[in-house]
Antibody, heavy 127, light 109 residues
Framework: QVQLQESGPGLVKPSETLSLTCTVS??????????WSWIRQPPGKGLEWIGY???????NYNPSLKSRVTISVDTSKNQFSLKLSSVTAADTAVYYC???????????????????WGQGTLVTVSS | QTVVTQEPSFSVSPGGTVTLTCGLS?????????PSWYQQTPGQAPRTLIY???TRSSGVPDRFSGSILGNKAALTITGAQADDESDYYC?????????FGGGTKLTVL
C-alpha cells in the first residue's frame, strides 16, 4: 500500500518561501507512469492543483502559480518537495501531496487520475 | 482560463438517487478529459471514487457510478446513505495539467 506523508513548517512569514516535503513509502518515486503532485485547499474552499513532477525531473505547473512554484524530486530519499516563493495570506491552505497515475494502452493515453493522497498539512502565512 | 463547473450544493433523501455534474465554462466534457471524482469529508484528505469517466476505484461501492451526460461528466449516487454526505470534486485532465471543479456539497436528509 502506497503512503504519502507531508512534512514542513506550519507557519511561514509573508514574502518568504514555503517549503514542504512529501515522503513516499510502499512505492518508488522512480516508477514510471506516476506523477508526483501537490494540491492545496484554502480553509473552507475547494481544491487547487499546484503542479507535478515526473521521476526524470520534468515538471508541469498550474499557470496561475507557475512564477512562484518549484517542485523537485529526490529519488535517493524517495521524496519530492514543493517550494512556493513570495507567499501571502492567500497561500494559507492545507497542502496535500498526491500520486497521479497515467494509464496507457499500447502507448495511447487512456486515463489520468490521483490515486493516493497524503493526509495534508496546514500551512499558515502570517507574521 | 478554463473553469470547471459543479453545482455548489445538492441535497438527496436517504435511499434516493442524485446526479452531480462537471462541466466546462466553454465547451463540452468528453472522455478525453478523463474525468475523475473525489469524495472529501471535513478534516480528511480526498478519497478517489471514479477515474477515467466511469471506473470505480478499489473498494468504492457500486452505488457510485460515473458517466458522460450530454456535455458534462456526471457522478450518480444510487441509494444514497447518510455517510455519503460529503464534498465531491471532479477533476479534468487538460493535457497541460489538471483542473479541479469548485466542488459540490451534498447533503443527505
Amino acid at each position: 500500500q502506497v503512503q504519502l506523508q507531508e512534512s514542513g513548517p506550519g507557519l511561514v512569514k509573508p514574502s518568504e518561501t514555503l517549503s514542504l516535503t512529501c515522503t513516499v513509502s510502499g512505492g518508488s518515486v522512480s516508477s514510471g507512469s506516476y506523477y508526483w503532485s501537490w494540491i492545496r485547499q484554502p480553509p473552507g474552499k475547494g481544491l487547487e492543483w499546484i503542479g507535478y513532477i515526473y521521476y526524470s525531473g520534468s515538471t508541469n505547473y498550474n499557470p496561475s502559480l507557475k512564477s512562484r512554484v518549484t517542485i523537485s524530486v529526490d529519488t535517493s530519499k524517495n521524496q519530492f518537495s514543493l517550494k512556493l516563493s513570495s507567499v501571502t495570506a492567500a497561500d494559507t491552505a492545507v497542502y496535500y501531496c498526491a500520486r497521479a497515475v497515467e494509464e496507457r494502452n499500447w502507448g495511447i493515453l487512456t486515463g489520468w487520475s490521483f490515486d493516493y493522497w497524503g493526509q495534508g498539512t496546514l500551512v499558515t502565512v502570517s507574521s | 482560463q478554463t473553469v470547471v463547473t459543479q453545482e455548489p450544493s445538492f441535497s438527496v433523501s436517504p435511499g434516493g438517487t442524485v446526479t452531480l455534474t462537471c462541466g466546462l465554462s466553454s465547451g463540452s466534457v468528453s472522455t478525453s478529459y478523463y474525468p475523475s471524482w473525489y469524495q472529501q469529508t471535513p478534516g480528511q484528505a480526498p478519497r478517489t471514487l471514479i477515474y477515467s469517466t466511469n471506473t470505480r476505484s478499489s473498494g468504492v461501492p457500486d452505488r457510485f457510478s460515473g458517466s458522460i451526460l450530454g456535455n458534462k461528466a456526471a457522478l450518480t449516487i444510487t441509494g444514497a446513505q447518510a455517510d455519503d454526505e460529503s464534498d465531491y470534486y471532479c477533476v479534468l485532465y487538460m493535457g497541460s495539467g489538471m483542473v479541479f471543479g469548485g466542488g459540490t456539497k451534498l447533503t443527505v436528509l
